[in-house]
């Protein structure tokens, strides 16, 4: 060992002493320890990050079929082309006298002059419309029409062929605006249908809502959500959900950012925007994605208790995104901004007898929901955030203590703006911040001790947003391949012995539509028909589902600390008090097997076999597909001969979660 000075011993000494992992290069074996008889902290909560970017809500977790269905975008004709059949002559337009309701100011008219045998138009969904062989829907319209007798409307689901595989009509529409629906049953599958609506008769009739909604939702609910996204989600088992983003809730401005009072109560009434994802970047325009807010505040609320998940609502704090605008609202009027922050906690946990307790339970939850904590802004920087949070946090703090309040720390976890922002949220004693991290896969294999030395007292981390990038941040190139898994997996050892400290982490963004992505890695992607986890989704849910009840301390001895140029074994252990098991997580990051020699001490006896889930592949760039969806996928096996000491051969490029009963 080197010559040290007296205070590196001393401070050395104190690090072994206390710190939950250590490494020393001395021994010729890397030796793993762990000492079971000293149960810490509860472990850190792995969780999601919900935002609506790669159409993951509108176009995927949401599944309306319809593409402006209201004809609200901002080209109201967008996503429909005008259909005539037989010699039908008549026009199309969009109007907006008494409209159904001040949110929803658009309505369609069709006039008919000469009825032919149908004219109307055609509605080509999110990149198709995806049907199942002998899926059910539900077509729903808002109609009205002064003719005496109003013409029909007739509804075709056609495929690219031109084969029409389901039909409906809906008669009696009145002279007032009224829902009609009617149900459509497929007799054959498409990945890329498209809905066909014509009227036949003569006259005018008016539409608005044109709906095509699948019935086999998660939990077959009525505007519920698509249920082989949501089952990826719920097999996860993240300890939390954080929504709605992400950049999409301060918006390019402040018209367009995230308010979440628009997005409850009846669907019609919700006002649509624009995403602040459709012309975010030139190299992937999205001048179609909208949000209509379809899935909204409530159907979050309602996910999260689904998947087990706790709430974590993150809410404009009267800033909008500091990359785009940074339109600032005035210091003396964040009041209604404060005020939608009190009226959410209202929202989600107030009586029935509440204002807002009363719209919950209107919308068929009377029960709260439970929320514990809420993000005051998203990625913010600069003491314009500081004095915004300041403005929010003394209000909420006296109105709710109970509520725990995620800061932001900035977009970057080492930066000025960083350094700015940590000193700040300490003075003013902040529960939780929020760090985000897109780099390189080195620098995640490089900072999976980051939080070792880090400042015990004081708020706590969240690793909020974080993800291995390929390539670069926001490269269209970037690819979620094993490397950016194992890195992630490396670093998330580090999240997991620090959880003293990292309270909370989510991967982000959480999943992308194969053809509509702005952004990529995702930790799930989908087409209109079906949905994968990458390898960062197994490692996300080894560590969910493996987190047990209390950290242990662990000391790898043998090796150096591990790094991007020296490769190696990275550790951390849990004990699970609910099955009494020591679950120890071991990322070998280096291109050859390495056996480590475990020594698990304080126990009055370790299982003689326990079992291995390795997650692991032969190459670096290797990814799952649509084609081959668990190709880089976790597998287990029992684990003979273990005990209080014995080894394990780490497979090459490997995370393997080893799970030994101990009393
Ligand atoms: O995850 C994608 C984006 O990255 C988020 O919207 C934003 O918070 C961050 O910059």
Redesign the pocket.
């Known amino acids: 060992m080197k010559t040290l000075s007296l205070s590196l011993l001393l401070g050395l000494s104190f690090y072994l002493l206390f710190a939950p992992l250590t490494y020393s290069a001395s021994p010729s074996e890397t030796t793993i320890t762990v000492r079971v008889d000293q149960p810490g902290v509860v472990p850190t909560q792995f969780g999601i ?1 919900f ?1 609506d ?1 790669n159409y993951g809500g509108d176009g995927g977790l949401y599944p309306e079929r319809v593409k402006n269905r209201s004809f609200e975008f901002t080209d109201p004709l967008m996503g429909w082309t005008r259909l005539t059949r037989g010699d039908a002559q008549g026009t199309l337009s969009v109007r907006r006298e008494s409209p159904l309701n001040t949110n929803n100011l658009h309505y369609l008219r069709i006039q008919v002059d000469q009825p032919g045998t149908g004219i109307g138009l055609a509605n080509e969904g999110f990149f198709g419309m995806g049907v199942r062989d002998h899926q059910s829907f539900t077509f729903s319209v808002y109609a009205r029409s002064l003719e005496a007798n109003p013409p029909r409307i007739l509804v075709e689901l056609e495929d690219e062929e031109g084969h029409i595989l389901a039909q409906g009509k809906l008669d009696g529409v009145t002279h007032d605006w009224k829902r009609h629906s009617c149900v459509l049953r497929s007799r054959g599958a498409h990945p890329k249908a498209h809905l066909n609506l014509l009227v036949q008769g003569s006259g005018v009739i008016e539409l608005d809502m044109v709906s095509l909604f699948p019935k086999d939702t998660w939990k077959n609910r009525p505007n519920g959500l698509r249920p082989d996204v949501v089952q990826l989600l719920a097999d996860l088992k993240p300890a939390f959900m954080r929504f709605p ?4 809730v301060e918006g390019r401005d402040l018209s367009k950012r995230y308010q979440w009072k628009t997005t409850i109560g009846d669907l019609a009434e919700r006002k649509l925007i624009i995403n602040r994802w459709n012309d975010e970047f030139k190299h992937r325009p999205a001048p179609d994605y909208f949000q209509s807010f379809g899935l909204g505040f409530f159907e979050f609320f309602q996910l999260c208790e689904d998947i087990g998940a706790e709430p974590l609502p993150i809410l404009n704090c009267g800033m909008a995104c500091q990359f785009n605008t940074g339109e600032l609202v005035p210091l003396d009027r964040l009041g209604p901004y404060i005020q939608d922050a009190l009226d959410l906690i209202e929202f989600a946990n107030g009586p029935v007898s509440s204002t807002w307790g009363a719209r919950r339970a209107a919308m068929g939850h009377p029960a709260p929901f439970r929320m514990r904590l809420l993000g005051v802004g ?2 913010q920087w600069g003491p314009q955030y500081i004095e915004r949070y300041t403005r929010f946090a003394e209000v909420l703090k006296a109105k709710h203590p109970e509520i725990l309040l995620v800061s932001s720390a900035g ?1 970057r976890p080492n930066d000025e703006l960083y350094d700015f922002l940590w000193p700040k949220l300490r003075e003013l004693n902040a529960d939780i911040v929020d760090e ?1 991290c ?1 780099d390189r896969p080195a620098w995640f294999l490089d900072n999976a001790f980051r939080y070792d030395g880090f400042e015990r007292k004081g708020p706590k981390v969240f690793m909020g ?1 974080y993800a291995a990038q390929s390539v670069k941040v926001v490269s269209p190139e970037n690819r979620n391949n094993w490397e950016c898994a194992l890195a992630e997996a490396a670093f998330m050892t580090g999240l997991e012995r620090n959880a003293d400290v990292v309270t909370m982490s989510s991967y ?2 959480l999943s992308g539509h194969e053809e509509g992505w702005q ?1 990529r890695p995702n930790l799930v992607w989908f087409d209109n028909l079906q949905a994968y986890g990458t390898p960062s989704y197994y490692v996300q849910q080894l560590f969910c589902v493996h987190r047990g009840t209390a950290i242990l301390p662990i000391q790898v001895q043998g090796q150096p600390p591990p790094s991007s140029t020296q490769p190696g074994l990275y550790a951390s252990a849990n004990y699970d008090g609910l099955t009494g098991e020591v679950i120890l997580k071991v990322v070998n990051s280096a291109p050859e097997s390495r056996t480590a020699q475990f020594q698990l001490t304080g126990a009055k006896q370790i299982a003689r076999s326990g079992t291995v889930i390795v997650l692991t592949t032969d190459n670096l760039t290797d990814e799952n597909s649509l084609q081959a969806p668990r190709k880089v996928a976790p597998v287990s096996r029992r684990l003979p001969q273990t005990g209080a000491s014995f080894s394990y051969a780490c497979p090459p490029y490997s995370m393997s979660v080893l799970r030994l009963r101990a009393d």
């Open positions: 990050f935002e970017i983003g992400g950049c999409i998203n990625e977009p985000h897109y947003e982000a963004p952004w």
